[in-house]
């Protein structure tokens, strides 16, 4: 049947299982609109209030669903305000399909108003980019884009289509099956698995380290089953909570800069530390030269260009790690590690987490957070101490419940994110945690909630300074705090009202449950602003480029001042 390029793009979207998508609309994308309102029916489209926010509402889509997300911008600024929301869901390995329309093919290359070579600054940031000059190319070039994105390690796709494509007339062919692509299925013998098996069964304190490739893969089964095997502790990454559960006794927090000093100095005394779906990023792992200088390393991934990237490792698998812990589980006798997994209790009694529990802190407002949700609910956020105290203080047992920007650190990616997972399940708690300075970036977003009624909770830990900037002034440059103090006039409550949103503020402890139940409980997109100490830091830390065992708290910082 005949077809415009417009009406192939939507056709397109179709059959990929597309139904809802995020964008804003402009001159050189209008005819693809034009055709999404024929089939408005089919296709429910969200204009967000930025183009950022719409390519971030599409990574939370894609996040919590493990679904491609889609969004859409036009030419020039609209192209370019799409790039931070591509280039986090290219550092976290999210799967999204980016369409922009560019000036028509004669103005290409001449400076025209609005054009920009969008697939060529996209490039470093995207798996694949295409730009489409023959609408004959249009349909093949859309499922390549989705299949790319969507199979071996996920990730950003942009295609770009000049508005002439979106108006040629074509013959349209419906798919009839989804080819696979190179670089699929099994890519390790049994021989890798066996030699692995022996590795683990020559070791007498094995650890496990569960990143981000373990959600993705939907590993969550195999792991818990390949844990309970090995009697083995572990420890997680940002981006791999809830792969594993929090409540396991076997789960000992996350490693890194922020993370439990059981997890950091537990790895630092194992003889074999177990990477699965991991990349050995540097805050995880500290000094590379001095990370489980004790331990033999084996790294189970997907991307081979991960493998020996960042260490060095014994022996690896490259593989789905899902389909990687079938095999290994199903050759792997029972074991156990009694008086490992026995120091490891002893340490996780020795260095739990704690707060002042005394007055108003963020850790106090997540505690209570996890307990009204029952740790159900999809927990957004966006960067800094409160994204910390989010990992640390919310407990996750099950994968696709934290959705947050790991790799890129995007300050102002939580609120659209959270409105796209909102839209995924909206029958599901969706609560965002912001800083203050985080939510001015993309507050505009509140509209868009309003605008739809999509009840997201957005809890703003407001302590008037971009507080992980300051923990860093603070303890490594001599208190200069150069423009990180943000104390002025804007009432985050009235702005959020002023954007459609009920809004409550907390100054106090006994304010906290009340609250979040409110919120909870509204059935409208709802601000909570927590109005907490400027100068409330997170623990554990690990200083820049230092061994993850050097761990310090509150406490450790204290004595090592007065000993100065």
């Not at 022996?198 to 195999?222: C, D, N, Q, T, W």
């Not at 927990?379 to 934290?402: C, E, F, K, N």
């Amino acid at each position: 049947m005949k077809m415009t390029g417009a009406e192939i793009v939507v056709a397109c979207l179709l059959e990929q299982g597309v139904d809802t998508i995020f964008g804003y609309p402009g001159g050189a994308i209008l005819n693809v609109y034009d055709a999404l309102y024929k089939h408005r029916d089919q296709i429910t489209h969200y204009l967000s209030s930025h183009e950022q926010g719409a390519a971030h509402m599409a990574d939370g889509y894609a996040r919590a669903t493990g679904k491609v997300g889609v969004c859409l911008a036009t030419s020039g600024p609209g192209a370019t305000n799409l790039v931070t929301g591509i280039a986090t869901a290219y550092m976290d390995s999210v799967p999204l399909v980016a369409i922009t329309c560019n000036v028509t093919l004669p103005l290409l290359g001449k400076d025209s108003f609005q054009e920009v070579d969008i697939a060529g600054i996209s490039m470093p940031i995207t798996k694949h980019g295409y730009i489409v000059k023959n609408v004959d190319d249009l349909a093949s070039t859309i499922r390549k884009a989705f299949r790319i994105a969507s199979t071996g390690r996920p990730g950003p796709v942009l295609v770009d289509i000049p508005k002439d494509v979106t108006g040629a007339v074509t013959e349209y062919a419906p798919m009839t099956h989804n080819r696979r692509i190179l670089g699929e299925g099994r890519r390790y013998s049994d021989e890798d698995i066996d030699r692995v098996i022996e590795m683990i069964k020559a070791s007498k304190r094995p650890y496990l380290y569960v990143g981000g490739g373990a959600v993705i893969s939907g590993a969550s089964e195999e792991l818990k089953k390949f844990v309970e095997r090995i009697d083995v502790p572990v420890c997680d990454t940002l981006m791999g909570k809830g792969a594993f559960d929090g409540h396991d006794p076997h789960y000992t927090g996350m490693i890194g800069m922020h993370g439990t000093k059981t997890s950091n100095l537990g790895v630092s005394k194992c003889d074999l530390l177990i990477a699965m779906g991991a990349r050995f990023t540097d805050r995880v792992i500290g000094n590379p030269n001095k990370f489980a200088t004790g331990a033999k390393i084996i790294h189970i991934d997907i991307d081979p260009a991960e493998i020996n990237k960042n260490i060095k490792v014994d022996d690896y698998i490259i593989g789905n790690l899902r389909e990687v812990l079938h095999d290994l589980n199903a050759k792997l006798e029972p074991m156990k590690h009694t008086e490992w997994m026995k120091q490891i209790g002893e340490m996780k009694v020795k260095y739990p987490l704690f707060y002042d529990k005394s007055r108003l802190t963020g850790p106090m407002v997540i505690e209570a957070l996890d307990k009204l949700t029952k740790g159900d609910a999809i927990i957004v956020t966006d960067v800094g101490q409160h994204q910390m105290w989010a990992a640390q203080y919310y407990i996750y047992s099950r994968p696709r419940t934290l959705l947050s920007s790991g790799g890129l650190g995007t300050m102002g990616y939580g609120l659209g994110a959270a409105i796209g997972a909102k839209i995924a399940f909206p029958k599901r708690q969706v609560i965002n945690i912001a800083g203050d300075g985080c939510f001015r970036m993309n507050m505009n977003e509140l509209a868009t909630a309003s605008r739809y009624n999509v009840p997201v909770v957005e809890i703003i830990i407001d302590n008037r300074v971009l507080g992980m900037v300051r923990q860093w002034q603070t303890l490594y440059y001599g208190e200069r705090y150069s423009a990180t103090v943000i104390e002025d006039k804007v009432d985050y409550c009235k702005v959020a009202e002023g954007l459609g949103c009920m809004a409550i503020r907390i100054t106090e402890p006994s304010e906290v449950e009340p609250a979040l139940k409110k919120a909870l409980s509204s059935g409208v997109p709802t601000v909570i602003d927590v109005v907490i100490e400027e100068d409330d830091k997170v623990f554990p830390m690990v200083s820049p480029g230092a061994p993850i065992e050097k761990a310090f708290d509150a406490s450790d910082l204290e004595a090592m001042n007065q000993n100065a």
